[in-house]
């Protein structure tokens, strides 16, 4: 017999075993079982411990973004917690001109009530900062304003929104913003922006802990493209037109690559 073939039933007598060990533990109500794929469990990184333990997390479901768009009176959150395996939450919005999202000082409205609904339901958090600013200055101030905000509630990365040419040069512009805010103490810092934009701006992306790709594809609401990028990024934001059970309007929602990348993104609280 080739090695190839006697690799090929080692792993499968480990993936029957495994699941026979699961049933019995089930059968006598030791612990509760969620499903699992047979290719986690043939996994060779994924040990017994992690199964018994709930340890492996179903990627196929979303980390879902908000911000003052999505009014929490408008929000169950006991259902739509059900339903993602994280969140990334709006701190700063537009300066200037307040909206229904946003006071003049780029406060966002719903933040504070986002974060802690969600981190009481044992949801990661996460935050981001849509920037705006025209000068280093602004650049900075704005820097200052997300990390006062957003630091008391520990999330676990600091996110720059990146999609408006606002300055000459973008990219002294936005390594402004990320060197105050590692200055102030953020840890975890990560940048989201399409991958054209980047490259049109000519953005140096190196300095940032974390790159949030956003491509739609169709924009059908499911996920349905990979990004058409070289960069190593962890997460995709894949739609606008996102819906889950306890919110009636469109969600933007996300798609974590990996275990890997979420723990990296999401069990981290700086």
């Known amino acids: 017999m080739k090695p190839k073939m006697r690799r090929k039933l080692k792993a499968l007598g480990a993936f029957f ?43 196929n479901k979303p980390v879902v973004d908000l911000s003052g768009w999505q009014p929490p009176n408008e929000i169950d959150y006991n259902t739509l917690s059900q339903h993602i395996i994280g969140a990334i939450i709006r701190v700063n919005g537009s300066y200037g001109q307040a909206d229904n999202s946003a006071n003049k000082h780029g406060e966002d409205t719903a933040y504070q009530t986002h974060i802690k609904q969600l981190q009481e339901r044992g949801i990661p958090v996460a935050v981001y900062a849509f920037v705006t600013g025209k000068t280093e200055a602004e650049m900075k101030k704005q820097a200052k304003d997300f990390y006062q905000r957003a630091s008391v509630y520990h999330p676990t990365y600091y996110w720059l929104d990146v999609e408006v040419t606002n300055m000459k040069n973008m990219n002294e512009g936005i390594e402004a913003f990320r060197s105050e805010l590692q200055k102030q103490g953020a840890k975890n810092i990560g940048i989201y922006a399409q991958d054209w934009f980047l490259k049109a701006n000519q953005i140096n992306v190196g300095k940032f802990d974390a790159i949030w790709i956003a491509a739609y594809g169709r924009n059908t609401g499911v996920w349905d493209a990979s990004p058409e990028t070289s960069l190593d990024y962890g997460i995709q934001q894949y739609t606008d037109k996102g819906s889950l059970p306890g919110y009636k309007g469109n969600l933007d929602l996300n798609m974590v690559l990996n275990q890997e990348s979420y723990n990296k993104l999401f069990k981290n609280k700086k």
């Open 17 to 59: 075993f495994l699941a026979i060990m699961v049933g019995v533990i089930a059968l006598l109500g030791l612990v509760r079982i969620r499903p699992i794929s047979i290719s986690k469990l043939s996994d060779p990184k994924i040990v017994m411990s992690d199964i018994l333990n709930e340890k492996i997390l179903d990627l």
